[in-house]
DNA sequence: AATCAGTGGTTCGATTATAGAACCAAGGAG
DNA sequence: CTCCTTGGTTCTATAATCGAACCACTGATT
């Protein structure tokens, strides 16, 4: 039993992404179908509570400062700045490259913090991304440690889309096989061209999959051999990093995990 | 006219703060004074949109990840990773500090972005924080260039919170007539122990107040008369970011600043 | 200048989703 | 076992929402 009107009041916030950051009222209403009485009275509502922002001369809503301090709630409350970050930050300065938080969340993948090195030539910023669990190192590493339902369920989505890296269903299951067996996955050019990463899994205090932690940068400074030499220090601090995700509980939706056994 | 069921959901999310990130149902309820039906229905609502997540083992709710991601829209909108951050970093390399961007919202002051200096001792993490324009360089600048009839009411919430750092409300208010003639503002220990800042105005396209950009660090290491060494690479830097800030409209309600002319 | 199509915003009665008391089942605490 | 609390559900009177029709305005097009 969900409230249809907050629902609506939602799926309307859900339409301001970094694609479509700004939209007028009657182009919203449009797009999601909804009467544009409905989406006004909703948009200034969201307005009045400064969860959005009507440019005045231009009348197009968008996201407001809110959203920042929202942001820094979730990020307090998961000790990124004070635990999380300086271990990051230590990974950073020893491999050199730029380290990645990737959590899963609705059987995708979310960059949730970057730290990011301090050479010129780096890994871009994309904190907040959500992508599908077939395509990079990051995502890659995570789909390795769900149940194999889930990996077949997705990897048939990565198929249909026609993934560039997934030569068949078959060996790119095998491939993740591997990757869980040896416990860290390696890709170059995946989610970005000229990136390579090199991730391994994060676990929580059931020992289920959470995300993982990757090191990140330009191909040419991260080949497989480079970053196969980088790997102990990413896997030695993130033994740290699972003592602490053990106790902390992210606000990770991960239903699909425990249905099976219900 | 806006919506009483969105009212409330949103409502219901203010609540989960930086002090309080956590909620059961009734506690809830109680809290916000509602039924606790009608937290209910909001609470399911939110968690089904994947904007709560309630934890499975103690049943509390709190913030998803999709918060993460709408901060993400927010900055990248805003340009703030890929322009104003280079800005606020080479500030940050050739002065020495963190630098703060503060952004004037509904009558407080929000810091939007902090950039730390490579230094040990550093101005901490707290993006997102919102405080009142009577404290600290980077508020009162602002408050500097807010109409009279506003500084008034605001200095005279300052004087009934008996903030420690104004002796009467005359010389608070002399004190922000010589920051605006010189056109920045410098303080010890305000906002935080131990900090001292030095902050500078930020303009929109209509050359009204919109924020401030700072430099902020240990007290030892960044006195008056430091600080002043300093404001001229500050005040260089913000001329390129006012350059872009009169372009780009911050989502920053400041309805207030216009009332008076209707 | 008149028309038209678009915009954001408002009104008001019919409709429908919501409010909230009363209700479970479960889990401590005594 | 009782008492109190918790999260969650049910049901109907009631109140909020829905949406067609409406303004006022802007900017092309004729």
Redesign the interface.
Known sequence: ???K???K???I??A???ET??WGLRELSRQIDMNHTIVH??L???E??????C?P?TKKY????K???????????LNI??IIQPIMKEIALKTGESVVLT?L??EEG?F?KIVESEQKVRFA??????SSLYIGASHKVILAYLPLEIQHSIVDEGVAHSAKHIKSKETFLRHLERVREQGWCYSEGETFDDVAACSVPLFDNKYQILGSLSIAGPKYRLSQEQSEEKLPILQEHVKKLNAILGKV?????RNFLTKKFI
């Open positions: 039993m969900s409230s009107t907050v629902d009041a939602l799926s916030l859900d301001f992404t970094v950051p700004t009275r909703i200034t509502t969201f009045d509570k400064g969860y959005l922002y440019n001369e968008e996201l407001g400062i959203f920042i301090e929202l942001n820094n709630v979730v990020e307090e409350h700045s004070s959590i969340n609705e979310v949730v910023e994309s904190v907040g991304k959500r509980n992210f606000p990770s939706r």
